[in-house]
């Protein structure tokens, strides 16, 4: 039987977890250079604004933030003055990363729903119940030195499950009205495919994603491994979304010309306008 709060198991698990953030530092260093040209393209003005892009930029440049802070306090050069500011300024830039990246989503079911109040204010009322989660989670957690690296040590196991319960619900939720919302179009164009396509992906990713990181907090191992895949978790949900949003974006020629469906489609739009 593994004891999990053996001191010695916990300095090789504060080994494994450092590594794994310089991992996710580089990976989404990466990608957001990988898909800078929209940011470029907007400086430029090549690329006209659009007000959902700001969730879009928002949850990109909130968890560059975050990980190059979590590269910073994990750096064998950094001495930490305050761990628990540290980490609060950390998990805030997380979490309006996390927050943004399902907005991405929110905004393009209601435009889909542009005629049902109802379900704008239901969409509205999910959206402020799932910020005010991940409000309540930042609120909750405290944070400690061990053995010279800055980690969480207590974050409330009912928030912490009540946020990720809650995201799967509401990336569910959003799936099922987009689907169900496109359905009621008359077109079968493949940028209406394309959309159910991205939402089932999105869905699936963050998910398993998700659901890992659901088992490993009920589990309650220990602080370390209950903290271990929240910031992979976090770079999942944002990288997935950024993609969603660029797809729509960027067309393929297959979205730009569909010769069976009966509605001209132009980029980015069947019969309801992307706002992207």
Known sequence: MVDWNDPD????????????????????????????HVEIALLRRQLPFRWPLVSYITARLSFLIATILLAMRSSPFYTIVDCQGMNFVIMFWTNVAI??????????????????????????????GYWTLLTLFLASARSSTINGVCMIKFVNPAYASA?????????????????????????????????????????IFNFVANLILLTLTRLNLNPIMNAIFGTPA????????????????HPSSSHESDSTSSVKVHPLTTDVTVPW
Do not use: H
């Open 9 to 36: 198991l916990e300095a090789k698990l504060e080994v494994v977890s450092v590594q794994l953030l310089y991992a996710i530092f580089g990976l989404y260093s990466w990608e957001y250079i990988r898909s800078s």
């Open 163 to 203: 946020v990720v319960i809650y995201v799967m619900l509401y990336d569910l939720s959003l799936l099922v009205f987009t689907v169900i919302g496109l359905l009621k179009m008359p077109s079968s164009s493949t940028l209406w495919k394309a959309l159910v396509k991205q939402g089932v992906v999105f869905f």
């Open 234 to 249: 976090a770079c999942i949900c944002t990288i997935a979304s950024n993609q969603v949003v660029l797809s729509l974006l």
């Open 99 to 128: 927050g943004c990246s399902s907005t991405n989503l929110m905004i393009r079911t209601w435009v889909i729903w542009k005629n049902s109040r109802v379900l704008r204010l239901l969409l509205v009322l999910s959206s402020l």
